[in-house]
Structure formats: C-alpha cells, structure tokens
Antibody, heavy 121, light 106 residues
Framework: EVQLVESGGGVAQPGGSLRLSCVVS????????MSWVRQAPGKGLEWVAA????????HYADSVKGRFSFSRDNSKNTLYLQMNSLRAEDTGVYYC??????????????WGQGTLVTVSS | DIQMTQSPSSLSASVGDRVTITCRAS??????LNWYQHQPGKPPKLLIY???GLQSGVPSRFSGSGSGTHFTLTISSLQPEDFATYYC????????FGQGTRVEIQ
C-alpha cells in the first residue's frame, strides 16, 4: 500500500520559517517526481512545487519562488519543503503528492493526508 | 500560466441524476487534463487522467472527454458518496487547477 505522511505543520509568525516533511512508502520512491499542493481556507487547490526523481531539478509556483525550497533524500524516502519568509497567504493545508512535474503531462495519483500551516502573529 | 475555468461553480443534484462539469483552458493543452474529487477532511482523489483515462479503482459512472481547450467530467448516475468538490487540472505546462465545482445534495 502506498502511503505519504506529512509532518512539520504548525503556527509561524509572518516572516518566519517552517520545514515540512513527507515520508513515502509502498513504492520505489527514487523513481518518481513528487510535488506539494496546498489549499488555503475556503479556497481551491494550488500547486506549490515539484522535484524530479533524482532531486536534480525543482520547480516552483511564482507565489513561493525565492522563499520556498524543495528537496528530497532518496535514501530516506523523504521529501522536505523549507518555507522561509512566510506570509499570511501561505496559510493552508499542505499536501505532498506523487507526480505533477511541470511540462510532463503527469498527474497526482497518490496524496498524503495533509498538514496544516498557519501564519499568524 | 494556463488558466483553467470550471463551470458551474456549484450545483445541486439528486441521487441518480446525470451530472456534467465543464472545464476550459486558456490555451490548447491537447489532452493533458486530469480530474480530482475532493471531500472535506480527505486528500484529493484522482478520478480521470489524460482527459479520458479512468483511474484504477474509480467507478465507471465517472467519465471524461475533450481535447484542446474544452473538457467535461460526467457522472452518469450520482451516488451519495459523490457529493464533493471536483477540480480539473492541466499538466501541459506548470500545473494549474480550476477553481472547483461543488456538487451538493438537492
């Protein structure tokens, strides 16, 4: 059974930082691109970032470019999303998902349960 | 970025109804279009990939069609577990989602 388990969410002040993690099991992790997708309260889904299978390439939404950094450790089957210079509009549930690498026609067939990030003073 | 526009934004329907949701892309995406179902407190669930491919385990009452800029998701006979928000998502370039269509009980 494929499982994606996020952690690291919580409350941060504007301008602060958080690091999200996502542990993946049940598939050959090193073979797949992975992404983060978020949902702000009362809003729709927004793709945030993607990383290639080897970790050599990463892509970001304009809304987080320069502030967020996506990495992976294929020896630990783990993804990391380092979120700096947080803003109120970064508040939401963050999902890790398999797939959604830009320009590849891919889709997200497995999702984690999500972790809540709240940016507030 | 390619903009995705869904219609309607919400709809009310009864169990057994046929439901159709439309998604339009701001430029051609060929068939790089996926559909997800999202229920409160759960992660999104992939229903349809590449415009018309039925994801494994998804009931056959769900179907997708379209190409270029116009796509549809059809639920042939709405079931109680289908009340949810549905999103289209293009994967031709940087992924973008439609704003969602909420399907409510009439």
């Amino acid at each position: 059974e494929v499982q994606l388990v996020e952690s690291g969410g919580g409350v941060a002040q504007p301008g602060g930082s958080l690091r999200l993690s996502c542990v993946v099991s049940g598939l050959t992790f090193r073979n797949y691109a992975m992404s983060w997708v978020r949902q702000a309260p009362g809003k729709g889904l927004e793709w945030v970032a993607a990383i290639g299978a080897s970790g050599g390439s990463s892509h970001y939404a304009d809304s987080v470019k320069g502030r967020f950094s996506f990495s992976r450790d294929n020896s630990k089957n783990t993804l990391y999303l380092q979120m700096n210079s947080l803003r109120a509009e970064d508040t939401g549930v963050y999902y890790c998902a398999k797939g959604l690498l830009p320009y590849t026609g891919s889709y997200a067939d497995y999702w984690g349960q999500g972790t809540l990030v709240t940016v507030s003073s | 970025d390619i903009q995705m526009t869904q219609s309607p934004s919400s709809l009310s329907a009864s169990v057994g109804d046929r439901v159709t949701i439309t998604c339009r892309a701001s430029q051609s995406i060929k068939t790089s279009l996926n559909w997800y179902q999202h229920q409160p407190g759960k992660p999104p669930k992939l229903l349809i990939y590449a415009a018309s491919g039925l994801q494994s385990g998804v009931p056959s009452r769900f179907s997708g069609s379209g190409s270029g800029t116009h796509f549809t998701l059809t639920i042939s006979s709405l079931q109680p577990e289908d009340f949810a928000t549905y999103y289209c998502q293009q994967s031709s370039t940087v992924p973008t989602f439609g704003q969602g269509t909420r399907v409510e009980i009439q």
